[in-house]
């Protein structure tokens, strides 16, 4: 009960730690905040105060990868929140220089930071059984033609680690955790930058 467990077959994008409601913090040069993932112009922010001072795990899914998710630890889904977004959106940017002539390339990858707000997103707030982890957001990012997000599970249904939670629709796209400040998450050494990791592997705990 005390384990996390990769909700997509994915590749580590980034973490960052001690996230707050509206300051902005750092992945990859961009700026996004919990009010704005958790959409918090709905709920004035109740959820996303939530998670202040937690952590969040990003991670995204080449079109090769499994694009299934599923429930990274064992609890009960509190609540589902389908948001809508932009679609095949990146950020302007000047490119990644060590490309070269190809400096444009992979720009939708650098984007992810940003899409976590724009892009069509399920929030999945599940209560976990632990109470040591609290209360965990799985958010589902549909990235450029990614954009359905469908969930499999309905609020007040009981999951266990590794159980189906819904699924995207073609492509590539992203995914993020987000704890709360309590669960203290520590992520294991081979939770490293650009490693690719199997669904359902174990990759942190509290």
């Known amino acids: 009960?005390?384990?996390?467990?990769?909700?997509?077959?994915?590749t580590v994008?980034?973490?960052?730690k001690t996230v707050k409601l509206h300051d902005q913090?750092?992945?990859?040069?961009?700026?996004?905040?919990?009010?704005?993932?958790?959409?918090?112009?709905?709920?004035?922010?109740?959820?996303?105060?939530?998670f202040e001072g937690g952590t969040v795990y990003q991670a995204f899914l080449s079109p090769v990868d499994y694009h299934r998710w599923h429930s990274p630890i064992d609890g009960i889904i509190e609540k589902i929140e389908l948001?809508?977004?932009?679609?095949?959106?990146?950020l302007p940017d000047g490119g990644d220089p060590a490309l070269g002539d190809r400096a444009a390339e992979g720009a939708l990858i650098r984007s992810q930071g940003w899409l976590t707000m724009a892009a069509a997103r399920a929030l999945f707030y599940i209560r976990a059984a632990n109470p040591k982890i609290g209360l965990v957001c799985f958010v589902?990012?549909?990235?450029?033609?990614?954009?359905?997000?469908?969930?499999?599970?309905?609020?007040?249904?009981?999951?266990?680690?590794?159980?189906?939670?819904?699924?995207?629709?073609f492509g590539g796209s992203s995914h993020a955790l987000i704890f709360q400040k309590q669960a203290n998450v520590e992520f294991f050494d081979h939770v490293k930058l650009n490693k690719h990791?199997?669904?359902n592997s174990i990759i942190g705990h509290v």
């Open 140 to 169: 589902a990012i549909g990235m450029a033609e990614v954009s359905t997000c469908d969930p499999t599970t309905q609020p007040g249904q009981e999951v266990k680690a590794g159980d189906e939670l819904g699924m995207f629709h």
């Open 197 to 199: 990791l199997k669904v």
């Open 25 to 50: 913090f750092w992945l990859k040069t961009q700026m996004y905040s919990l009010y704005d993932i958790l959409n918090g112009s709905v709920d004035d922010g109740k959820m996303a105060r939530q």
């Open 1 to 10: 009960l005390n384990l996390i467990h990769s909700a997509c077959e994915s």
């Open 83 to 90: 948001i809508p977004g932009t679609y095949y959106a990146a």
């Open 13 to 16: 994008y980034n973490f960052q």
